[in-house]
Structure formats: structure tokens, C-alpha cells
């Protein structure tokens, strides 16, 4: 019962940025959205994680729509260990209710 | 490195018998989570505890069960062991509190192969 719909695959060149969509119509007020990625079988590495406004670190930027309803995960300088799945999630990280649920993700490929 | 540690990395068993497997969380979180992956399918949430007590149940069968213990490393037992449980089994950990979003972080994770 994932809350999110990503494309199954999408490829880059290597150098070029890679912005990875993400559709989460029926996100809540209170809901954060977070992206995972899993380098073959791997664990899932944390990315980044927001709830309205656009955010940015190391690895990559958030851009939330103002509705919400979608957002849009940027990696700049895409390199071919980015290759891996990446998965959005929408989760309300409060004191009763914070597991995380991973839908079947994107799966991205950075090619020469 | 995400400071969560699981132990063994791989293991193989036999059909019918039974294996624990272990997590320490990274220092202070309360929170440990349970995943499992198999080939033909994604990452399947198992349980939560925090601190201890059982906080979030997802897709665990009967046969499976786990507890965190005071010193907050948790075990995963499997029993009566079929084929379909060969797996990765990824333990993930979290600090509690609410306002800032709690991000999880996971293992490197622990194979399983039954044979």
C-alpha cells in the first residue's frame, strides 16, 4: 500500500544531472517525504528528506511542489556508482507512527 | 558506514530448522525495524520495537518473530524454515521524537539461504 508512484527505470549520462519524479497525491499535512536508495542488494542508504520546503545536502536536492503532491529528487553530477534503485516514501515520523513502507522504486541507470 | 550492525552476514540452513539473527542499533536510537527482501519481491516490512516493546507489526508470519532487548539490540527468529524464506533480512534503526522526522537507517543486512 505504497503512497507513492515512481517510474520503474530511467537511465542518465554520466556528468548530466539526474532528476528522479515522484507522484504522492494523497500525501497528509503531517507526512514527510524521503528518499532511500539501494545499490544492489546493499542496504538502503538515507538521501535526503523533506516536508514542504525544497532541501539540499551532500548527495542531493528535494524539490517539493507547492501542493505537495509531488516532488522531484536531484542528483547533480550524476557518476556511475549512482547507479540503484531509488525509492520515495512518504511517512508520518511521529512518536506512535513511523515505520517506513518502500514501494518498488526507480530504478536508475548512469551510463558512460 | 550507517552504525547499524547485523550479524552473521551470510547464513545457510536447512529446511525445517530454525535461526536468529541479530542487530545492535547505532548508539541511542530506540527504535529497530525488520525488512525483508527476497528476489521476487521488495523490501517487506517485518516489525518495529522501541524501546523494548513492540511498536508496528507489517508482513510477519507466525513462524517469525523478534524482541529488543534492554541493551536495544534486537533478534529476529525464524523458525521451521522453508525455501521461500531465503532472504536478505535488513535490521534499521531510529532515533524517537517528532517534529524533525525521524530517519532511518539500515544495515548492510544478513543472507539467508535455506536449503
Known amino acids: 500500500d505504497a503512497k507513492t508512484t515512481q517510474p520503474p527505470s530511467m537511465d542518465c549520462a554520466e556528468g548530466r544531472a539526474a532528476n528522479l519524479p515522484c507522484n504522492h497525491s494523497?500525501?497528509?499535512?503531517?507526512?514527510?517525504v524521503y528518499w532511500y536508495r539501494q545499490i544492489h542488494s546493499q542496504g538502503p542508504q538515507y538521501i535526503i528528506h523533506?516536508?514542504?520546503n525544497n532541501e539540499t545536502n551532500e548527495m542531493a536536492s528535494l524539490i517539493i511542489t507547492e501542493d505537495r503532491k509531488s516532488s522531484t529528487l536531484i542528483l547533480p553530477h550524476a557518476t556511475l556508482r549512482d547507479t540503484a534503485v531509488y525509492y520515495c516514501?512518504?511517512?508520518?515520523?511521529?512518536?506512535?507512527?513511523?515505520?517506513?513502507?518502500f514501494g518498488a522504486g526507480t530504478r536508475l541507470t548512469v551510463k558512460p | 558506514d550507517s552504525g547499524v550492525t547485523q550479524t552473521p552476514k551470510h547464513l545457510i540452513t536447512a529446511t525445517g530448522q530454525r535461526v536468529t539473527l541479530r542487530c545492535s542499533p547505532r548508539?541511542?536510537?530506540?527504535?529497530v525495524y525488520w525488512y525483508q527482501q527476497s528476489l521476487d519481491q521488495g523490501l517487506q516490512f517485518l516489525i518495529q520495537?522501541?524501546?523494548?516493546?513492540?511498536?508496528a507489526k507489517g508482513n510477519i508470519l507466525e513462524r517469525f518473530s523478534a524482541q529488543q532487548f534492554p541493551d536495544l539490540h534486537s533478534e529476529l527468529n525464524l523458525s521451521s524454515l522453508e525455501l521461500g524464506d531465503s532472504a536478505l533480512y535488513f535490521c534499521?534503526?531510529?532515533?524517537?521524537?517528532?517534529?524533525?522526522?525521524?530517519?532511518?537507517?539500515f544495515g548492510e543486512g544478513s543472507w539467508l539461504t535455506v536449503v
Open positions: 548508539s541511542g536510537d530506540l527504535s
Open positions: 516514501i512518504v511517512r508520518v515520523a511521529s512518536r506512535n507512527n513511523n515505520d517506513m513502507r
Open positions: 534499521a534503526s531510529s532515533a524517537e521524537g517528532q517534529g524533525s522526522g525521524n530517519t532511518i537507517y
Open positions: 494523497t500525501i497528509s499535512g503531517n507526512e514527510y
Open positions: 520495537y522501541y524501546n523494548g516493546e513492540e511498536r
Open positions: 523533506g516536508l514542504k
